[in-house]
T-cell receptor, first 111, second 111 residues
Framework: KAGVTQTPRYLIKTRGQQVTLSCSPI?????VSWYQQTPGQGLQFLFE???????NKGNFPGRFSGRQFSNSRSEMNVSTLELGDSALYLC??????????FGQGTRLTVV | GQQLNQSPQSMFIQEGEDVSMNCTSS?????WLWYKQDPGEGPVLLIA?????ELTSNGRLTAQFGITRKDSFLNISASIPSDVGIYFC???????????FGTGTSLTVIP
């Protein structure tokens, strides 16, 4: 069974630009969560999608948004990038209310 | 967002020694998960716990769901060099799949 796939693995963007990250969950998993990981703040929850609906949301500004498609694939978008958005963005998939399996992450660098 | 208190922050041990780390929360959780993360990779799930008092093993790893449901413990027996990495605990209060993560324990095993 294939694991969680995140693309791209690495990304360099300029301040003010926007970026879209993609996550393909494990087959059969309908829940997809996104996390931001930075050395100073650790792993911070962004949001969770289940059956194309945002079910939970963390404390991030509106520049961070996401969506989920009917095939459970999810995308995360960050608009008007700031230097502080540089981080490892992790996606996790799970069956409903069960253990979460992570992808390898997308390393975003904002310059 | 909420973060769990995880200790110790770092450990330097000799190969063959046992390791203990713990995680505490101010909230009651229904699920505790333990992950290991290697540099530049996503966290890999080690053990999942679902009931207070539950003790679960995965090879040389053993984790326990605390009776108060506000803490969890991870033990690694007879450590080996490949145990090196950062270990994270994560807890969920069963409101969807929103997991709160500990700050991580960095483990170094000296051969």
């Amino acid at each position: 069974k294939a694991g969680v796939t995140q693309t791209p693995r690495y990304l360099i963007k300029t301040r003010g630009q926007q970026v879209t990250l993609s996550c393909s969950p494990i087959s059969g998993h309908r829940s997809v969560s996104w996390y931001q990981q930075t050395p100073g703040q650790g792993l911070q929850f962004l949001f969770e999608y289940f059956s194309e609906t945002q079910r939970n949301k963390g404390n991030f500004p509106g520049r961070f948004s996401g969506r989920q498609f009917s095939n459970s694939r999810s995308e995360m978008n960050v608009s008007t990038l700031e230097l502080g958005d540089s981080a490892l963005y992790l996606c996790a998939s799970s069956l409903d209310r069960a253990e979460a399996f992570f992808g390898q992450g997308t390393r975003l660098t904002v310059v | 967002g909420q973060q769990l208190n995880q200790s110790p922050q770092s450990m330097f041990i000799q190969e063959g020694e046992d390791v203990s780390m713990n995680c505490t929360s101010s909230s009651i959780f229904n699920t505790w998960l333990w992950y290991k993360q290697d540099p530049g990779e996503g966290p890999v799930l080690l053990i999942a716990l679902y009931k207070a008092g539950e003790l679960t093993s995965n090879g040389r790893l053993t984790a326990q769901f605390g009776i108060t449901r506000k803490d969890s413990f991870l033990n690694i027996s007879a450590s080996i060099p490949s145990d090196v990495g950062i270990y994270f605990c994560a807890g969920s209060a069963n409101t969807g799949n929103q997991f709160y993560f500990g700050t991580g324990t960095s483990l170094t095993v000296i051969p």
